[in-house]
């Protein structure tokens, strides 16, 4: 699939700060999704070093560009920088979606959503369920809110650091007074004796798997059928590929990509995102 953008004086400009941010795909799902209502759009992506990320985001108000997505490593740090955060963006602790209202900026976190949204389509009934969250970094953050939010019962949380699942388990204690009964941090080696049976959704948000070299979190052939396995790695993982085996229902990263990117659309345009235009361009 092949977008064309007619630029002219009236082109808006939209991006995405990362560094790296060559190998984003939201360039190319957001322009289709502009293209579709024919927004006089463009969307590009601009890296952006971390010690320039102040600047950036000055420049955001100077050039008038209308929205920006934020990815690794600048979610947490842009959140000093901006005018406004939403209620999820202070629960999380990082922002991926700025708008631009007249050099207002507001940050938003439309990770959350994008993760439960893509989860919902195997399972739509999330309260009630114990999960697995494998790591505890700030991708981890965004998805133990969603969880906490659609009100599972325990979230076991591994990590290889695991003083960083304690602090989450605290921060968190701002959102619900039972975060500390909620998450139960839980070293990768008690996986498979201790809680795999007892858990009905495994999540992976560490970037293990990413990488040929990378070693398994833990025991991935004790996994059965009876669990839903989400990777937020875009690509096929040895964790997806077994779960695929084992014939768990499973889900890689391109689903909380894509609804991370459609409520991020909605959010800067108003419009409901074309959905399956824009899965058809992540595909690409
Ligand atoms: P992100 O924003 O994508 O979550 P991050 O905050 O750097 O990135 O977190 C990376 C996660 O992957 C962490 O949970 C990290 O574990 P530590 O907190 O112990 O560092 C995990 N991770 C990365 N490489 C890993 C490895 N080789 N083995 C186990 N966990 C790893």
New binding site residues.
Partial sequence: MKITVDISGETQVYGIFGYPVKHSKSPQFQTSAFSYYNIPAVYVPFEVKPENLKTAVEAVKALNIKGINIT?PH?EYIIQYINEVSEEVLYIGACNTVKNIDGYLIGYNTDAYGFIKGLKELEPNLAGKNVLVL??????RAVVYGLIKEGVNKIYQA???IE?VFKIQKDFLKLTKFAEEIIIPIPYEKIECCVLDSVDIIVN????GLREE?KP?FNYEAISSKHIVVDIIYKRTPLIETANKKGCKWQDGLSMLLYQGAKAFEIWTGKNAPIEVMKKAILL
């Fill in positions: 690794v979610k790591g505890a970094g700030g991708a981890s990590n290889r650091t960083k948000t560490t970037s293990v990378d979190l």
